[in-house]
């Protein structure tokens, strides 16, 4: 069963960028959709954003849509969350995770165990 890692989180300050990045040593991210989700202090595990398995299509929430940036490097077996213009309210434990497929796009619904998340601080 596939479990995903994610790592690249840190601080950054009100305006910065960050990217994270989701791998699996075990299979092929290819054969999936993705997605990431974040969770913040006392609140719930939300989705962000997703990248279809087929036709590497990509959904976002609204208020991370322009900013953030979910993208696929198939020989590097990692799926990337580019965060640009990062704002305080982006402060979170991020999360990948293999997701539900709706015909040919991506859902915000994970369909696999959860791995090991990564911090994102922002600072303002």
Same mark, same amino acid.
């Given at each position: 069963?596939?479990?995903?890692?994610?790592?690249?989180?840190?601080?950054?300050?009100?305006?910065?960028?960050?990217?994270?990045?989701?791998?699996?040593?075990?299979?092929?991210?290819?054969?999936?959709?993705?997605?990431?989700?974040?969770?913040?202090?006392?609140?719930?595990?939300?989705?962000?954003?997703? $990248? %279809?398995?087929?036709?590497?299509?990509?959904?976002?929430?609204?208020? &991370?849509? !322009? =900013?953030? +940036?979910?993208?696929?490097?198939?020989?590097?077996?990692?799926?990337?969350?580019?965060?640009?213009?990062?704002?305080?309210?982006?402060?979170?434990?991020?999360?990948?995770?293999?997701? $539900? %497929?709706?015909?040919?796009?991506?859902?915000?619904?994970?369909?696999? &165990?959860? !791995? =090991?998340? +990564?911090?994102?601080?922002?600072?303002?």
């Amino acid at each position: 069963q596939v479990q995903l890692v994610a790592s690249g989180g840190g601080t950054a300050q009100a305006g910065g960028s960050l990217r994270l990045s989701c791998t699996d040593y075990g299979f092929s991210l290819d054969d999936y959709a993705i997605g990431w989700f974040r969770q913040a202090p006392g609140k719930t595990r939300d989705g962000v954003s997703c $990248i %279809s398995r087929t036709d590497n299509s990509t959904t976002y929430i609204n208020s &991370v849509k !322009g =900013r953030f +940036t979910i993208s696929r490097d198939n020989p590097k077996n990692t799926v990337y969350l580019q965060m640009n213009n990062l704002t305080p309210e982006d402060t979170a434990k991020y999360y990948c995770a293999d997701v $539900i %497929s709706l015909g040919s796009l991506c859902s915000l619904s994970p369909s696999g &165990v959860w !791995g =090991r998340g +990564t911090h994102v601080t922002v600072s303002s």
